[in-house]
């Protein structure tokens, strides 16, 4: 029972650090302030920078490794899964 506990805080904790590094790039239809004037749209005109899987790796790892210890808690205590 203790690792599907912990198995379920690292996935939560995975998710939050996911979520939170995206949130820290910035609102994602927020135009690139670098960017010469363009109009205010919410179209983007190129691929978006805001939204990264290399950034987001280690939240994503984390709720992985979560989801493999619910899978081994569950097999302890002898649940199907």
Known sequence: MTLVVIGAFF??????????RTAERGRLSQPDPRAS???D????TGRGRRLSF???LPGLAL???GVVLICVGAATLGLPG
């Open 11 to 20: 996935v939560t904790i995975g998710v939050a650090l996911a979520a939170v």
């Open 37 to 39: 004037a363009r109009p």
């Open 41 to 44: 749209t919410l179209e983007p």
């Open 54 to 56: 290399k950034a987001d």
């Open 63 to 65: 709720a992985a490794f």
